[in-house]
């Protein structure tokens, strides 16, 4: 898959699980929201944290150190206090693999 980074094995990530990854020089959040994988900019946008410490609740990831919320299917902050929302990436599971692809947002 042409600008796409293989980035993690798909069992490596059960539902419920965070995991930050390296996919194209960015660090990337790779989240499992109940079988979907989604992913979005690792690092808090409020005091640069890493959301992978955090957990997530009702489709977001919670920042672990001021406890911002962001919406793991758009980046958008739920609840501050980050105002700035996360980059979203696509991403795809082929053959057991998650892979990272382009910026959407």
Do not use: W
């Not at 898959?1 to 660090?27: C, F, I, K, R």
């Not at 979005?40 to 890493?50: R, S, V």
């Amino acid at each position: 898959m042409e600008g796409y980074t293989d980035v993690l094995s798909a069992q490596a990530l059960p539902p419920g699980a965070l995991q930050s990854v390296h996919a194209g020089g960015e660090l990337v959040l790779i989240a499992n929201l109940d079988g979907e994988i989604h992913a979005i900019g690792a690092t808090c946008t409020h005091e640069q944290e890493d959301l992978a410490d955090g957990e997530i609740e009702d489709g977001c990831v919670v920042c672990p150190m001021h406890f911002a919320r962001f919406s793991l299917e758009t980046g958008d902050v739920i609840e501050g206090p980050a105002t700035k929302p996360e980059p979203v990436y696509d991403v795809r599971v082929e053959g057991g693999r998650i892979f990272v692809g382009p910026r959407r947002r």
